[in-house]
T-cell receptor
Framework: NAGVTQTPKFQVLKTGQSMTLQCAQDMNHNSMYWYRQDPGMGLRLIYYSASEGTTDKGEVPNGYNVSRLNKREFSLRLESAAPSQTSVYFC???????????????FGNGTRLTVT | ELKVEQNPLFLSMQEGKNYTIYCNYSTTSDRLYWYRQDPGKSLESLFVLLSNGAVKQEGRLMASLDTKARLSTLHITAAVHDLSATYFCAVLMDSNYQLIWGAGTKLIIKP
């Protein structure tokens, strides 16, 4: 059981380049999330998808787009990378019904992105 | 806007000692989560606290939630080196069901 799988693990981009971070989960979870983690700060939500076919903005969506390709896959795209987007990106999933939230998020191993 | 503050942000302690990490938050919520992160690794769930007065224990770690005080604690008993990690609390916003994260407490336990 792989859980949540993210690719790539590392990436270096030049300012203005684009890339897509891939995330897939095999737990049949409904909800998927993209977070960024910066030094000295907690995780910040970029976008989330509560179910297949829906996406919503989180706390810091500017500069990013997402696609919920199917129930398993949720991708994050940087159209024109900027140095401020240098961060560690985590994908996560859970099976929550909005009224309960009794179980935790399951995280991928992260993508370490550097934009020069 | 919900704010989550952890303290201390950095803690170095000796094996065998007890200590407590605090997580304060600014608005009402009755869902709080604790996670552990090892350097360069992903986040691992430790505890889910679902109501006022909730207490959960796993090994040398015990977490509690006081929703009236808007405070959660993570207590470490007789610390061992393997507990060295960064610990995060996260609080569920009632308004939109998003998690707001503390900045993390980096814990170093010296043999």
């Amino acid at each position: 059981n792989a859980g949540v799988t993210q690719t790539p693990k590392f990436q270096v981009l030049k300012t203005g380049q684009s890339m897509t971070l891939q995330c897939a989960q095999d737990m049949n979870h409904n909800s998927m999330y993209w977070y960024r983690q910066d030094p000295g700060m907690g995780l910040r939500l970029i976008y989330y998808s509560a179910s297949e076919g829906t996406t919503d903005k989180g706390e810091v969506p500017n500069g990013y787009n997402v696609s919920r390709l199917n129930k398993r896959e949720f991708s994050l795209r940087l159209e024109s990378a900027a140095p401020s987007q240098t961060s560690v990106y985590f994908c996560a999933s859970d099976d929550e019904i909005r009224s309960s939230y009794n179980s935790p998020l399951h995280f991928g191993n992260g993508t370490r992105l550097t934009v020069t | 806007e919900l704010k989550v503050e952890q303290n201390p942000l950095f803690l170095s302690m000796q094996e065998g000692k007890n200590y407590t990490i605090y997580c304060n938050y600014s608005t009402t919520s009755d869902r709080l989560y604790w996670y552990r992160q090892d350097p360069g690794k992903s986040l691992e769930s430790l505890f889910v606290l679902l109501s006022n007065g909730a207490v959960k224990q796993e090994g040398r770690l015990m977490a509690s939630l006081d929703t009236k005080a808007r405070l959660s604690t993570l207590h470490i008993t007789a610390a061992v080196h393997d507990l060295s990690a960064t610990y995060f609390c996260a609080v569920l916003m009632d308004s939109n069901y998003q998690l707001i994260w503390g900045a993390g407490t980096k814990l170093i336990i010296k043999p």
